[in-house]
């Protein structure tokens, strides 16, 4: 890998790190909103849920945007956008004694320019290597930085509270303008040859195609991905209120102890991002290893009540999420060529967010049960997802595009030869 590429892709970790900061800094300071506020557990996971929501919809049209006009485009707004929905959350904290639903509109913001930013960074990768094995190791980096993001977010986002509560929203546009600066200066999108832009309409057309195609293995890559994002928000919003209403374990103590889990995730998707290479087949087991792992790890978090077992079997369950997050971001980049590359990634993205939209609301109610309810229904989800990456992901043959499948039938082609 050449040393440019290095610093560009060093750059282009900074928008998941910045991004993963902006959303799980929070979740260690929800329980003092939730008092400070005067607001209830279902509406205060709402802060984390909003900008879950929005991005989810935005995702799909700023990747199609971005493979109509290039990623770099549409990147820089859209960090400009995460910034400004950072300073309005902030500034409606300190200044408002109302805040709460000022506060949603900046996350709404937030969640509108995330949606522009992290989801176009699987693509860009892509575009920017030509070797399968340097963007394998590329998109571990990038989730490795993801990662990081949440190990660091509860400890900086504890830390900055003990200042003042709504400090960690006055960080992100400061972040934000970080990452702007690297991405400018740093980061060279490829230069392809200029093409037609592709009408709407059949752009549209030309992603059922590929979705009747691939649809088997693309389709249990998405719920994969979601169901992990759901695992991992879901259990941090629960233990963050275990930590501070059972064992009144707050600030940066609490910071760390959430971040114990997350560590896990953080190394082990390193380790697998370097490992796992091109080899789909070794990207499919360890996916369906990642799972098994998860699930039985949140089995077990449901058969105990003692803290440090409950730390112990979260710990457990990032390994397991280690191992599946870099070889879904792998078979989702490199099993879809590069003109529908950034919808694709990007369609996978919102079903991530899916996954981070419905974790903190779900716990929320799960929680008025009992905690065996919580862990038990989870790792049902997480038993889905085994059965998925067994049953649905075949390497040897959808998932691994052949050159004679390309040739046979290629929808952005066909789109190609209609518009000329």
């Known amino acids: 890998m050449e040393s440019d590429k290095r610093w560009a892709l060093a750059s282009l970790a900074s928008i998941p790190l910045i991004m993963t900061l902006g959303n799980s800094m929070l979740i260690p300071v929800l329980p003092q909103m939730e008092k400070l506020l005067h607001i209830g557990s279902l509406q205060v996971s709402m802060i984390i849920t909003v900008y879950s929501v929005v991005a989810i919809f935005f995702i799909p049209i700023a990747g199609y945007l971005s493979d109509q006009y290039g990623r770099k485009v549409i990147i820089i707004p859209s960090l400009i956008i995460t910034g400004i929905g950072g300073l309005i959350s902030g500034l409606s904290a300190w200044f408002m004694s109302d805040s709460y639903w000022f506060i949603l509109i900046g996350r709404l913001l937030q969640g509108i320019g995330a949606a522009g930013a992290a989801p176009i960074v699987l693509p860009l990768v892509g575009d920017m290597f030509r070797n399968e094995s340097d963007v394998s190791r590329g ?103 275990e930590l501070e209403d059972r064992f009144q374990i707050k600030g940066v103590t ?62 457990l369950g990032g390994i397991g999420i280690g191992l599946a997050l870099p070889c879904l971001d792998s078979m989702i980049t490199e099993g879809i060529e590069k003109k529908e590359r950034g919808t694709m990634t990007s369609l996978y993205s919102s079903v991530r967010y899916i996954g981070v939209a419905v974790g903190p609301p779900l716990v929320s109610f799960l929680t008025k049960i009992s905690h065996q309810t919580v862990f038990f229904t989870i790792s049902g989800i997480c038993a889905c997802a085994a059965c998925l990456s067994f049953m649905a992901v075949r390497p040897g043959n959808d998932s691994n595009e052949s050159t004679t499948a390309q040739k046979r039938k290629n929808p952005m082609s066909s789109i190609r030869q209609k518009v000329h």
Do not use: D
């Open 254 to 315: 609490k910071g760390l102890i959430l971040a114990i889990p997350l560590m896990a995730l953080c190394l082990t998707s390193f380790i697998t991002g370097k490992q796992i290479k091109s080899n789909k087949i070794r990207m499919k087991w360890l996916t369906f290893i990642g799972c098994l792992i998860q699930t039985t790890a949140i089995v077990f978090g449901a058969l105990v009540t003692n803290i440090y077992f409950l730390i112990s079997a979260l710990f």
């Open 139 to 241: 998109l571990g980096l990038i989730e490795t930085a993801n990662t990081f993001g949440k190990v660091l977010s509860p400890i900086l986002g504890a830390f900055l509270a003990t200042f003042i509560w709504y400090l960690p929203f006055l960080s992100i546009p400061i972040f934000c303008l970080i990452s702007i600066g690297l991405v400018c200066f740093l980061v060279k999108a490829p230069q392809n040859k200029r093409q037609q832009k592709i009408e709407f309409r059949l752009f549209v057309h030309s992603i059922q195609q590929l979705l009747r195609q691939k649809g088997r293995w693309l389709f249990a890559v998405f719920a994969i991905g979601g169901i992990a994002m759901l695992v991992i928000f879901g259990t941090l919003f629960y233990l963050s209120s």
